[in-house]
């Protein structure tokens, strides 16, 4: 079985693995898992892991970028995140390339995405969606 449909079979939105063992799921969407990866991991543990990953855009790329992953299986990825991996060196298998991810509702670009167009650096792109989560969450 694959990657992609252990991740459905599983019932979770994200796995992470390291040396053919899973290292940290979730079931969570959008980018809060990377987050929590990232908080839960630190950037030692997840460097070079590979990450499976039902939805990519740039912000989880940038995301994938600041811990120096090594490889990426996804469902879709935007084809601005399939830009900024490539720039980064992480290798990709994809089922479906679309134009731009979008929000819940699909009458707009996910805003995560709208926080990152600009941002080129991983640190600060880091830096800015935990804020914007942090935000979100704040206000709901």
Do not use: H, W
């Amino acid at each position: 079985m694959g990657l992609l449909e252990q991740l459905d079979a599983s019932g979770l939105d994200l796995m992470i693995l390291k040396n053919g063992a899973t290292i940290f799921s979730s079931a969570g969407r959008g980018i809060a898992p990377l987050l929590e990866a990232i908080e839960a991991l630190g950037l030692g543990q997840l460097a070079g892991s590979v990450v499976v990953d039902r939805v990519v855009g740039k912000a989880a790329a940038l995301v994938m970028g600041y811990f120096k992953a090594a490889c990426v299986y996804t469902k879709v990825l935007s084809r601005r995140g399939a830009s900024y991996l490539d720039a980064c060196g992480i290798s990709c298998c994809v089922e479906e390339i679309v134009e731009e991810i979008v929000n819940k509702d699909g009458t707009d670009m996910c805003p995560f995405e709208k926080t990152v167009l600009s941002i080129e650096n991983p640190a600060e792109g880091y830096r800015i969606l935990k804020e914007t989560l942090r935000s979100l969450r704040e206000t709901s």
